[in-house]
């Protein structure tokens, strides 16, 4: 299954009425609507929780980010999972059904340190039922310096990260290199999509181009349609 990154966000009005009909407007609301539903449950980064989905059921975590970083949150099992992201003001961050391993879901996305994010669980259809593991942890991110290689090695239909920090305004340049069919994907600090490339620089190599700004960091994925070895660095044009 081709993986792509798509950049939405959906904002959704999130009312909870009780008998006196008034609205919860707390600083944090995803922590304390998360707190109050039967099924919220903390979800420390590092760790794993076990569960059981029903049929229609819908589960809630809360997790709250030590550092800044990118944050996996994924399940794990034979129970078809899928998984949506919300921000403190319960706006739709990310959601995911059977990626990058079926049935799995899985979300990856960049968070700042200090902010809790709600994590909605439900089944593929209202059918769907069965046990499961859920896991939160940062995705290992490497740093790349200007005009500085970095030789790793990928398997197929795989994805690595690597930041970059802009010492001043330019064109920044990364390219691939190596025998192995590899592409690139760009992003900003917030994991916004910002530009792709696949055999730009010759199949099977990739060059991508794109305006930096002093100060600010980006984030590199490299991902291939094969396992083997690949050479990927940046230039500051």
């Known amino acids: 299954m081709y993986k792509k990154f798509s950049c939405l966000l959906v904002i959704l009005l999130f009312i ?39 049929q229609g059921g819908e589960y809630w975590h809360i997790v709250t980010a ?16 899928i998984l949506t ?27 700042k340190k200090g902010i809790t994010y709600l994590y909605k669980l439900t089944g593929f259809d209202e059918t ?10 940062y995705y290992p991110v490497i740093q790349l310096r200007d005009g500085v290689s970095h030789n790793g090695r990928i398997s197929d239909w795989d994805y690595q990260f690597f930041s970059y ?5 330019g064109t ?7 025998p192995t069919d590899t592409y690139l994907y760009f992003f900003d ?8 490339n696949d055999d730009g620089a010759g199949v099977p190599n990739d060059r991508l181009f794109y305006n930096v700004e002093s100060k600010k960091t980006y984030y590199i994925e490299v991902g291939a ?7 990927v660095f940046a230039r500051l044009e």
């Open 172 to 178: 920044l340049v990364v390219e691939t290199e190596g």
């Open 225 to 231: 349609y094969e396992f083997g070895p690949y050479t």
């Open 165 to 169: 920090t802009a010492d001043r305004n």
């Open 128 to 137: 769907a039922a069965g046990s499961y593991d859920i896991t939160a942890y």
């Open 85 to 111: 992201a919300y921000d403190s003001e319960m706006n739709i961050l990310s959601t995911n059904d059977d990626g990058p391993d079926e049935p799995n879901a899985s979300i990856i996305m960049s968070v």
């Open 66 to 81: 030590e550092q800044n970083g990118l944050l996996v949150v994924r399940t794990l099992g034979d129970t078809d999972t």
């Open 16 to 54: 909870i009425s009780c008998n006196s009909k008034e609205v919860i407007t707390t600083p944090d609301l995803a922590k304390d609507i998360a707190l109050n539903l039967p099924d919220g449950i903390q979800l420390r980064i590092g760790s794993t929780i076990p569960g059981s989905l029903t």
């Open 189 to 196: 600090e917030d994991l916004v999509c910002l530009g792709y």
